[in-house]
């Protein structure tokens, strides 16, 4: 707080004549001018299409039936809730997300331990090599794992929990304790943050589902970013993939809410 | 740290790299694949020693039109990035050195902004392109990029203004100096590598997007992820072409990405993770 304090009473020489209540208002209308443009291209480009998404998703809307148009109600909502296939990929979903983050976060974690240690020689550079996977297209991951998985000699992924479990016997209980009353606690608030981004992160995933099984076979693979893109692009069902896509955004909103407290939290303790 | 034994010291290093093998062996295998023939590419044994050939780069730049989804790799990424600049640069100044009562809010809107996902606005931002001819459009691409990114600069470019030095400003501003000449001449110089560093991201992040590239491009304004995606139906009968494709749309943004790494961090918690 106190570099507001002190950008806000900074005596500006040559102002000195000023009311304070005119200084304030041309302040408010400086930064209006420069924060207005970025405030509204991000209005225009995400608030008013998430608007039009809800109003689309009270229409009868279909792209190649334009004959079909007016007021829905709920329809488009009862729909997709009485549709078996959203219902599998709400589903499918919590599951992908659930089972995503429990992954990383032991997985991340373990790695993570390991790369801390001052020990390993070039630490630098394996923890570079190691997180290349991130910088990598979606599309790519999914084309490689892909053909990975389906080459019957190849079963490296059987091998990662041993070795883990291997690492944690090395260290012996010792630091084991260490990281169970110790280190755990102390990520806590930063653990806390990382299983809310990656939620929101992890609901969106496409590109991935869209190269290896197209949401197939059936619907066992498809999560709702994909359900609602069928919707949209094979049905030409514009009221239908909107009164899904809203209840996208709600699910992403129950985390979000809780992160943007987090943040706002942090923003005020830094400024 | 410094109690364990040589054995302990050992033994965490042979998993360190055991573990950063298994992470990086993916890249590695695409790039060892890229340089077989689609016979031996699609071999049911792995084959890891073999005469290379530049076969299906070659193929990939002259018959598969490599060369015009980089090009709009290229503009979809660096202008939507440029248009995250000039409006970031404003608005994170402002946000820093010219606070209201306001300022809070409005960076807390911004990055929640960031939380909402693409499919909220998928059918909308397809129907008016529709209309606006920006359907398989590369400039369709950089509005939405620019919109998807704006939030990350404009909290990684707060953080950095933040950290430059008041006295320097007020200084500044007691020889007279305007707005315009406070950002050009004082904060853009003095935060440079981080604006730098700022843009890397956002063209990494612009170039290895899929959804919206998928849904919005597939021929004319179509990017490497949707070149990429095209092998998706081969059947593994071209996986050498598939691979030195891949390839060629990773290795430039992977290398880009090992200068970000810090930034990657700290712009995609937007300091939720201290």
Sequence with gaps: MNTTISNT????PGNDGLGSGRKARGKSLRSLWLVGPATIYLFVWMIIPLGMTIYYSFRRYNLIQPYIKGFAGWSNYINILTDPNFLASLSNTLVLVGSTLILTI???LVFALLYNNDCVIGKNVVRTFAASPFFVMPVVTGLIWKDLMMNPTFGLLQGVPDDIKEA??????GAWKTFRYITLPHLGRSLYAIVMLETI???????????????????ATTNMPYYIYLQAFSQWEVG???????????LANIVAIFLVRMINRNIREDA | MNRLSLKQKIGINILAYLVCFLMFFPIFWLVLTSF???TLASALHPVFFFTPTLHSYIDAIVNNNYLHYIGNSLISSVVSTLICLLLGIPAAYSMVFHRTRRTDFTLLWILSTKMLPAVGVLVPIYVVYNRLHLLD????????????????????????????PKEILEAARTDGASMLVEIVRIVIPLTMPGLLSTALLAIVLAWNEAFWAINLTNVHGATLSVFVSGFKSSRGQFWANMAAGSTLAVLPILIAGWFTQRQLVRGLTFGAVK
């Design chain 1, 240 to 250: 239908g993939a909107s009164a899904a896509a809203i209840f996208a955004v709600i």
């Design chain 1, 9 to 12: 009473t900074m005596p500006i």
């Design chain 1, 168 to 173: 944690a016997n090395l260290d012996g209980a």
């Design chain 1, 106 to 108: 032991v997985l991340g």
């Design chain 2, 137 to 164: 459009n590369v400039f369709g691409l950089v509005f939405i990029y620019a919109a998807m990114n704006l939030p990350i600069v404009i909290w990684l470019l707060y953080t950095y203004f933040k950290d430059l």
């Design chain 1, 201 to 219: 992160f992890f609901l969106a995933i496409f590109g991935q589902i869209y190269v290896t099984t197209s949401g197939g076979p059936g619907v």
């Design chain 2, 36 to 38: 077989k023939t689609n």
